[in-house]
């Protein structure tokens, strides 16, 4: 019976982080390059069955682990000219404040007091030849990436990848950094869209359906768990009674 509350309690802990993490993609549903969270889980070994559960593995619950979906969100056209969405694989380069560099596929940039096309929240957006400087003329961005000011070209967006995107690590912003022993590769078949932004991949319907399913679940274990304690309780009466 005490197993079995384990077993109960075990499959309740996964639940909650996988609410937190339907949460967090409901959040950011509107937010663009967004790319949504999902959480596998596993099973109880034979071994944690089979032997008294200590505390310290009944908090090392069923979550196996928690990766990111990197398939391609909607393309939404805004007919920003600082708009871009890469359409097909690839990252946008960003040099950060401190120097490092992040990944991102939101497109959403601004010119900076200095010139340079930015990120929200300052970082810098490269090109072929570093911080892509376009002052304050007409940009155009051709599908090769080729940036131009007042119909002169001064640099060119190529899209980056990693070996495995398992590898990138979210800092929030819809960025991603890359770790230190992982090479950036160019992408060879992309268009860069001019005036459009590419959407999150989160479908709402979806996320609310399993945010349900995984409450009905959470709420069932629950239920099983009190259900035991009070069959405990009960036996636990009987004998003191009887003693």
């Keep these: 019976m005490i197993k079995g509350i384990y077993t109960s309690a075990s499959g309740m802990i996964p639940r909650i982080k996988k609410q937190e993490l339907l949460a967090n993609n409901l959040a950011?549903?509107?937010?663009?390059?967004?790319?949504?969270?999902?959480?596998?889980?596993k099973e109880l070994s034979k071994a944690e069955k089979k032997f008294h559960p200590l505390r310290s593995n009944?908090?090392?619950?069923m979550v196996d682990e928690i990766y990111t979906n990197f398939s391609e969100g909607i393309f939404d056209k805004t007919g920003n000219p600082l708009d871009m969405a890469i359409d097909g694989d690839?990252?946008?380069?960003?040099?950060?404040?401190d120097g490092t560099q992040a990944l991102t596929r939101a497109g959403s940039f601004t010119v900076n007091s200095d010139?340079?096309?930015?990120?929200?929240?300052?970082?810098?957006l490269m090109g072929e030849g570093g911080p892509i400087e376009v002052g304050n003329?007409?940009?155009?961005?051709?599908?090769?990436?080729?940036i131009s000011v007042d119909g002169l070209e001064v640099d060119r967006i190529v899209p980056v990848t990693v070996p495995d995107l398992e590898q990138l690590k979210k800092i929030g912003s819809s960025l991603f950094i890359v770790p230190n022993n992982v090479e950036l590769t160019q992408v060879d078949k992309y268009s860069i869209q001019q005036g459009f932004l590419e959407n999150s991949n989160v479908d709402i319907v979806r996320e609310m359906i399993e945010m349900i399913i995984s409450f009905r679940n959470y709420e069932a274990d629950s239920k099983?768990?009190?259900?035991q304690d009070r069959s405990l309780d009960n036996l636990f009466n009987r004998v003191g009674t009887k003693g």
């Design 28 to 41: 950011n549903a509107s937010t663009p390059g967004f790319k949504r969270d999902m959480l596998f889980t």
């Design 58 to 61: 009944w908090q090392r619950p």
């Design 90 to 97: 690839g990252f946008f380069t960003l040099e950060l404040a």
């Design 115 to 124: 010139g340079y096309l930015t990120f929200p929240g300052g970082a810098l």
């Design 137 to 146: 003329g007409k940009v155009e961005v051709g599908q090769d990436g080729t």
């Design 224 to 227: 099983a768990v009190q259900v």
